[in-house]
T-cell receptor, first 115, second 110 residues
Framework: ETGVTQTPRHLVMGMTNKKSLKCEQH?????MYWYKQSAKKPLELMFV???????ENNSVPSRFSPECPNSSHLFLHLHTLQPEDSALYLC??????????????FGEGSRLTVL | GNSVTQMEGPVTLSEEAFLTINCTYT??????LFWYVQYPGEGLQLLLK?????DKGSNKGFEATYRKETTSFHLEKGSVQVSDSAVYFC?????????FGAGTILRVKS
């Protein structure tokens, strides 16, 4: 069983829908991340949270809204998305945001399709 | 800004062939370097890492050496197996985050 769990694994939504992606980590880590994985492109870092505080926001459009209610849970709220937002969204955690060991633990991802 | 460039795939090899996946980077300072692997239907997992110049990271028969003079961190394995079929990502550390390359698909045929 992976230490980082993402739900749902697959999501299809229309451009006017509102949905949320959920991530939960059982590793006792203090930092959590959202990455976007599109075909043939580098993984794009979207958000970094450290101890429930957002420490990085990489110019992500406001139609993506993260929420970190505690150090074990991370959400990505989706609203009025575009077809080009279709991708695999990966959640990850690490012991701290300083990345001293460089190890991120990833979930299996949520495959999002926007129609 | 910092960036990572990987060779484009897919790379298709026969079982027991020698593998090289090229990775070069652009960075200020001296980042740590990593290889992550993503098996089908799974998230990424750390394969190996090197934290300073001339360090060699190794795991599961894979190796990569941190070359500062050529800003490279090429991944090698002497004899690949079908179970090595996956997507391989090169990455570097940049303060509070990892910067990843686009990934290289490896397909190993029996």
């Amino acid at each position: 069983e992976t230490g980082v769990t993402q739900t749902p694994r697959h999501l299809v939504m229309g451009m006017t829908n509102k949905k949320s992606l959920k991530c939960e980590q059982h590793l006792g880590h203090n930092a959590m991340y959202w990455y976007k994985q599109s075909a043939k492109k580098p993984l794009e870092l979207m958000f970094v949270y450290s101890l429930e505080e957002r420490v990085e926001n990489n110019s992500v459009p406001s139609r993506f809204s993260p929420e970190c209610p505690n150090s074990s849970h991370l959400f990505l709220h989706l609203h009025t998305l575009q077809p080009e937002d279709s991708a695999l969204y990966l959640c990850a955690s690490s012991l701290s945001s300083g990345l001293n060991t460089g190890e991120l633990f990833f979930g299996e991802g949520s495959r999002l399709t926007v129609l | 800004g910092n960036s990572v460039t990987q060779m484009e795939g897919p790379v298709t090899l026969s079982e027991e062939a020698f593998l090289t996946i090229n990775c070069t980077y652009t960075a200020t300072g001296y980042p740590s370097l990593f290889w992550y692997v993503q098996y089908p239907g799974e998230g990424l997992q750390l394969l190996l890492k090197a934290t300073k110049a001339d360090d060699k990271g190794s795991n599961k028969g894979f190796e990569a050496t941190y070359r500062k003079e050529t800003t490279s961190f090429h991944l090698e394995k002497g004899s690949v197996q079908v179970s090595d079929s996956a997507v391989y990502f090169c990455a570097l550390s940049d303060r509070s985050k990892l910067v990843f390359g686009a990934g290289t698909i490896l397909r190993v045929k029996s």
